[in-house]
């Protein structure tokens, strides 16, 4: 029999390992294959504290990043393996009640610390810069300048704008006025409606207000067309703008008071359908298709490639590598050893092998 080795909470001391080779239910004396696994498991726990096993984090990260660079991403796994395991989590993993439920109760934490306590300015969280090259962006592209000329060309845009120029022309306060300018194409709408409306009256007839509807309704359809370039697209230089002003107008606002326009309940509601949506499209054939095809690419660009360009591709270095290993790997290295469970895992392992007929010939 090899020492004690039944698992469970055991209090590390400075004392010698070897000195507990004998368990206070067996004084007998200890035997080679005792001695050897004691100071085995002696010289795994002084390997594992203090200098020594920041020297150990270097050196065998030094070998780890070798020995990479002498495996490619194909010889180790394969496309299939990878694909497998990516659908299991992504498409058919079941997730449980509490995932969506401390999402919301994290999102909620945030919203109430955000709001109650956030000074910064809009401006702070997203760069000028940044939000002019994103708006230039979005109207540049093909879906939204579809959706925009969709907008201009539909007959209850006409129907809109004649509305609202005949709302405006009776009704000329200033602060309609001011927002009817922030609207991309209608700053010459807010001109001739406003000469339109310092002559006509609420109290007009009914058939002087059909004409002068008529009137708007035209004067509608002209201006839109006239939104148009010499090549038959609609101009977006007006969005980009409006876009820019409304920015400059609110970019210096708190960001608690954007945040403030959402409630803890339409968080709740938009996590909800968020969760509601990709518990069901992640079950599609269309999105099985997009994660194969997505694992397919990588492989066929890093399939030839060593493990070790890949880690310098997806930039983790050496020392990304020894800093982490030094934060997390002390403090659960400290807890094993002070309750036992590093020594009765070294035991575990190195116990059988000692107890071999040909190892105990050996120590004899």
Same mark, same amino acid.
């Given at each position: 029999?090899?020492?004690?080795?039944?698992?469970?909470?055991?209090?590390?001391?400075?004392?010698?390992?070897?000195?507990?080779?004998?368990?206070?239910?067996?004084?007998?004396?200890?035997?080679?294959?005792?001695?050897?696994?004691?100071?085995?498991?002696?010289?795994?726990?002084?390997?594992?504290?203090?200098?020594?096993?920041?020297?150990?984090?270097?050196?065998?990260?030094?070998?780890?990043?070798?020995?990479?660079?002498?495996?490619?991403?194909? !010889?180790?796994?394969?496309?299939?393996?990878?694909? /497998?395991?990516?659908?299991?989590?992504? %498409? !058919?993993?079941?997730?449980?009640?509490?995932?969506?439920?401390?999402?919301?109760?994290?999102?909620?934490?945030?919203?109430?610390?955000?709001?109650?306590?956030?000074? !910064?300015?809009?401006?702070?969280?997203?760069?000028?810069?940044?939000?002019?090259?994103?708006?230039?962006?979005?109207?540049?592209?093909?879906?939204?300048?579809?959706?925009?000329?969709?907008?201009?060309?539909?007959?209850?845009?006409?129907?809109?704008?004649?509305?609202?120029?005949?709302?405006?022309?009776?009704?000329?306060?200033?602060?309609?006025?001011?927002?009817?300018?922030?609207?991309?194409?209608?700053?010459?709408?807010?001109?001739?409606?406003?000469?339109?409306?310092?002559?006509?009256?609420?109290?007009?007839?009914?058939?002087?207000?059909?004409?002068?509807?008529?009137?708007?309704?035209?004067?509608?359809?002209?201006?839109?067309?006239?939104?148009?370039?010499?090549?038959?697209?609609? /101009?977006?230089?007006?969005?980009?703008?409006?876009?820019?002003?409304?920015?400059?107008?609110?970019?210096?606002?708190?960001?608690?008071?954007?945040?403030?326009?959402?409630?803890?309940?339409?968080?709740?509601?938009?996590?909800?359908?968020?969760?509601?949506?990709?518990?069901?499209?992640?079950?599609?054939?269309?999105?099985?298709?997009?994660? %194969?095809?997505?694992?397919?690419?990588?492989?066929?660009?890093?399939?030839?490639?060593?493990?070790?360009?890949?880690?310098?591709?997806?930039?983790?270095?050496?020392?990304?590598?020894?800093?982490?290993?030094?934060?997390?790997?002390?403090?659960?290295?400290?807890?094993?050893? /002070?309750?036992?469970?590093?020594?009765?895992?070294?035991?575990?392992?190195?116990?059988?092998?000692? !107890?071999?007929?040909?190892?105990?010939?050996?120590?004899?």
């Amino acid at each position: 029999m090899i020492l004690n080795r039944i698992p469970g909470k055991q209090k590390a001391t400075n004392t010698p390992i070897l000195a507990d080779v004998a368990t206070p239910d067996d004084d007998r004396t200890p035997t080679s294959a005792d001695k050897m696994l004691a100071a085995f498991t002696s010289y795994i726990t002084e390997k594992l504290t203090g200098d020594n096993f920041v020297e150990l984090i270097h050196s065998e990260v030094d070998y780890a990043l070798a020995s990479a660079a002498q495996l490619t991403l194909g !010889e180790v796994i394969t496309c299939e393996q990878v694909t /497998d395991v990516a659908l299991k989590y992504a %498409s !058919e993993w079941r997730i449980k009640g509490a995932i969506p439920e401390l999402a919301g109760e994290i999102a909620t934490r945030v919203y109430k610390r955000t709001v109650n306590e956030a000074d !910064e300015q809009i401006a702070d969280v997203v760069d000028d810069h940044h939000f002019a090259d994103f708006a230039e962006k979005l109207t540049s592209l093909p879906a939204f300048r579809h959706l925009v000329e969709g907008i201009y060309e539909s007959p209850l845009t006409a129907n809109w704008v004649a509305w609202f120029m005949y709302r405006f022309a009776i009704d000329t306060l200033r602060h309609q006025r001011d927002v009817a300018r922030r609207i991309p194409g209608l700053s010459s709408l807010v001109d001739i409606s406003g000469r339109i409306g310092s002559r006509v009256a609420p109290g007009v007839s009914d058939a002087a207000e059909l004409r002068f509807r008529e009137f708007t309704e035209r004067a509608a359809h002209y201006l839109i067309s006239q939104r148009k370039s010499a090549d038959g697209t609609v /101009d977006h230089e007006p969005i980009v703008d409006a876009a820019l002003e409304m920015w400059d107008e609110h970019s210096h606002d708190p960001v608690k008071s954007l945040i403030a326009t959402i409630s803890t309940d339409d968080i709740e509601d938009f996590l909800i359908l968020g969760f509601e949506f990709w518990r069901d499209f992640r079950r599609t054939s269309y999105f099985r298709q997009i994660v %194969s095809e997505g694992v397919g690419y990588f492989f066929e660009k890093y399939s030839d490639a060593t493990l070790a360009e890949i880690l310098d591709e997806v930039g983790v270095t050496r020392d990304d590598m020894i800093e982490e290993a030094l934060r997390f790997a002390p403090r659960v290295l400290e807890v094993t050893i /002070d309750n036992g469970m590093l020594r009765n895992l070294i035991e575990r392992h190195f116990a059988p092998f000692l !107890e071999q007929d040909e190892v105990a010939r050996l120590l004899r």
